[in-house]
């Protein structure tokens, strides 16, 4: 991975991380995207979005981002929809990003754990020349995720095929760079699936963005989401 890095084109990271009352969760989803910025060369910044909470996600997400050795923000909107809360974010991380050509927006959410080797796998996709990057998810190991988890892989696993490529497209694991995702015009004023809306598009333009299996993610279980159709509805349709 060192030698991949050294060859990576990519000057500047920015992670988006949507939130709406997450004041349980988004303090750990922080941390987790806080250490796997720690593994890189590129600059990273870390932008939350804390879309009209009514808890203390903003003041959580905050104290997370202390330890953070780059640009950090948290950002107050009334968004309405993931979408355009991620699109908000994008949009800071536009502002100070040096070159959209050698800069990638990554996006996870504050419900979920990104790996310590999450950020370094996303670049050195982009050091062998990917323009954007779907990565997988697994269930958080809580009472939820034991619960519903063995019916939940039994399923999904299958979809994972034997060369690590898959069919999915999960907004709390992806990455696309700043050009393409412009190009493509961004996160799009939709009220759900904003990011298979955004992959459609990409591919729309030519685009063949990369699916990595090992690219993996962990994200909550809880069948009662903030959106009222998402993974979390998947969830409670499927298992609840």
Request: charged letters at 25%; a negative charge.
């Amino acid at each position: 991975m060192d030698e991949q890095m050294a060859r990576c084109p990519v000057s500047d990271v920015g992670v988006v991380i949507p939130a709406r009352d997450e004041e349980a969760t988004v303090g750990s989803a922080v941390r987790a995207v806080v250490a796997a910025c720690a593994n890189v060369a590129p600059r990273c910044t870390i932008v939350v979005v804390d879309d009209a909470s009514g808890d203390r996600t903003t003041a959580v997400a905050r104290d997370a981002l202390g330890s953070h050795d780059g640009p950090a923000h948290v950002i107050s909107v009334r968004a309405g929809t993931a979408s355009r809360a991620r699109a908000a974010g994008a949009d800071v991380f536009r502002g100070i990003a040096r070159g959209p050509g050698r800069s990638w927006l990554l996006s996870t959410d504050a419900d979920s754990l990104v790996r310590d080797d999450w950020v370094v796998r996303i670049l050195a996709h982009a050091g062998q020349g990917a323009i954007a990057v779907a990565g997988v998810v697994e269930l958080i190991d809580d009472d939820d995720g034991r619960r519903i988890g063995d019916a939940w892989w039994r399923d999904y696993g299958t979809t994972i095929h034997a060369d690590r490529t898959h069919p999915h497209v999960h907004a709390a694991n992806l990455g696309v760079r700043l050009d393409v995702y412009d190009a493509a015009g961004g996160f799009g004023d939709v009220e759900r699936a904003e990011d298979i809306d955004l992959w459609r598009r990409i591919r729309d333009r030519g685009h063949e963005p990369v699916a990595d299996a090992d690219l993996i993610v962990a994200t909550s279980a809880r069948v009662a989401g903030r959106v009222e159709i998402g993974f979390a509805a998947a969830l409670q349709r499927l298992y609840g």
